[in-house]
């Protein structure tokens, strides 16, 4: 006798082959394909309203309109995964606007005044970081209070002045495409920081302490990572990165002024929840962020030609980031019913590859 009891016909399908059935309707769900659906839905639309929405002009405007934000999203992702957030970034873009009028209007070269900006992110970050990491303090809150005190920084020095009269290299940077190509010089800056921040995320031992603090804090400490010192360095990272869209933006508009990216922490963060990170950490992808942004591009590109107001176009990021938070979860309840309507039963550890997930 082998001991084994004989498979009746009312038993469940074997272990692998509802693995293999999870693993494919899992690879069917997965957010990121989801939103590709949606851009390429965006997109069909954006042809239906008008003859320009494919060409090279239109696709260099639209690109160009939201990569500062494209930008500050890839550091936010990372501060989310950790289950942290940062609503600063908007008013570090104005300091550092401010910062980089104020350098210029007394003589100092960009060459010398665009890496004291970045060091004005940098203290700003670890300002954030300190208070989150060290002091215990709720980052919704530190980043709320200091999206205030930074702005009001920016406006002790500059008030209401616009510093104007760049280099034209200077400005061209911001709102000009490579030669001979509709590719604004500011999206190779993104890809570049995308490509740096992807490999870190998903390649590296940094990236598996960013996810494992995410998951479970806790968990995370008592394993050796230092969550104080990681936390920290990516609010750094954050304020860093948002200086830098700040100069971009400072010469995308060929003025520095210390109202310079208002109301832009909404539209980072819909990017960051859209490109399905979880609000609550543990759970996100930087490819998912990347498609995120062309899908907003596309999306508000698409309502200006169709002549909708700012205004209405706010209330469409509204809705974007509340189905953003909902969709995921609601996929997941579905997933579980799916999953149990299937069988019931969750495949053996060995028979799931690698970065899938089931139940």
Known sequence: MSGQPAMTADQPAAPRETAGRQLRLGGVLRWESFLLVILAIVVWAGTRISEFFLTGPNFSNLTSAVMEVAIMALPLTLIIITGEID??????VGLSSAVLGLLWAGGVPLEI??????VVGALGGLFNGVLVAWGGLPSLVVTIGTLALYRGIANVLLGTRAISQWP???????????????IPWTLIVFAILAALFWLVAHTTWIGRQIFAVGKNKDAARYSGVDVKRLKTTLFVVSGVVAALAGVILTARFSSARSDNGTGLALTVVTIAVLGGVDINGGKGT???VIVAVFTLAALQNALRLAGVSSEYQ??????????????PYIARQSRV?????????????????????VG
């Open 314 to 327: 706010g209330v469409a990021v509204g809705l974007l980031l509340v189905v953003s938070v909902t969709a």
């Open 168 to 182: 034209q290299g200077f400005t061209s940077f911001g709102f000009s495409n490579i030669p001979g190509t509709p």
């Open 337 to 357: 019913v799916v999953d149990r309507a299937l069988g019931g039963r969750h495949p053996p550890a060995g028979s799931i590859a690698p970065g899938e997930t």
């Open 87 to 92: 609503l600063s970034v908007e008013s570090m």
């Open 286 to 288: 930087i490819p998912g």
């Open 113 to 118: 005044a665009i890496p004291l900006v970045l």
